[in-house]
């Protein structure tokens, strides 16, 4: 069973860019949450899609876009990158209504 | 709205010490679940356990145990005879039952075990 993948590892940008996050699903998931981690805080919800819609969204402004695709694999876009936005940014995949959330690995994205 | 609390933020204990890492949780909801993570240096956030909310059996797995509480809303974590690899950040979270699944959590306790 393959867990949780995230690309990339890295990425540096800087202010007003745009970016675009990866991650696969879990074999049998079939909902992604994305959630974004500032350093020494705790993940914060960013959006989460099922059935390639957005399912719910957290306090985050328009810039943060998302996508599911048929496979259930996701992107997480940020456009006009501020400052702020540098963080860990984590996708978790589950099935609906199980409740367990897996995580991957994150991207560290680094905003100049 | 749905709040996690982790009072504690910092814990230094010596190898093989008990530790208990406190929870505390707001929520209107009527069900609810309950997680813990742990989070080593790597970044990757590891599934600990799941509790629902009408399931207040407390539950041991090996060196973990949880203390699920629903009259002070606590869900408390003890790690029993603590190792060196148990040095990480553990979070507590909380989710609604429901189809939309998005999992508050709290600012995470840096639990440091020297040898």
């Known amino acids: 069973e393959t867990g949780v993948t995230q690309s990339p590892t890295h990425l540096i940008k800087t202010r007003g860019q745009q970016v675009t996050l990866r991650c696969s699903s879990q074999?049998?998931?079939?909902?992604v949450s994305w959630y974004q981690q500032a350093l020494g805080q705790g993940p914060q919800f960013i959006f989460q899609y099922y059935r390639e819609e957005e399912n719910g969204r957290g306090n985050f402004p328009p810039r943060f876009s998302g996508l599911q695709f048929p496979n259930y694999s996701s992107e997480l876009n940020v456009n006009a990158l501020e400052l702020d936005d540098s963080a860990l940014y984590l996708c978790?995949?589950?099935?609906?209504?199980?409740?367990?959330?897996?995580f991957g690995p994150g991207t560290r994205l680094t905003v100049l | 709205a749905q709040k996690v609390t982790q009072a504690q933020t910092e814990i230094s204990v010596v190898e093989k010490e008990d530790v208990t890492l406190d929870c505390v949780y707001e929520?209107?909801?009527?069900?609810?679940?309950l997680f813990w993570y742990k989070q080593p240096p790597s970044g990757e956030l590891v599934f600990l356990i799941r509790?629902?909310?009408?399931?207040?059996q407390n539950e041991i797995s090996g060196r973990y145990s949880w203390n699920f509480q629903k009259s002070t809303s606590s869900f408390n974590f003890t790690i029993t005879a603590s190792q060196v690899v148990d040095s990480a950040v553990y979070f507590c979270?909380?989710?609604?039952?429901?189809?939309?699944?998005?999992?508050?959590f709290g600012k995470g306790i840096t639990l440091s075990v020297r040898p």
């Open positions: 509790r629902n909310s009408f399931d207040e």
């Open positions: 074999s049998g998931h079939n909902t």
């Open positions: 929520t209107r909801d009527t069900t609810y679940y």
């Open positions: 979270a909380l989710s609604p039952t429901g189809a939309n699944s998005k999992l508050t």
């Open positions: 978790a995949s589950s099935f609906t209504g199980r409740g367990e959330q897996f």
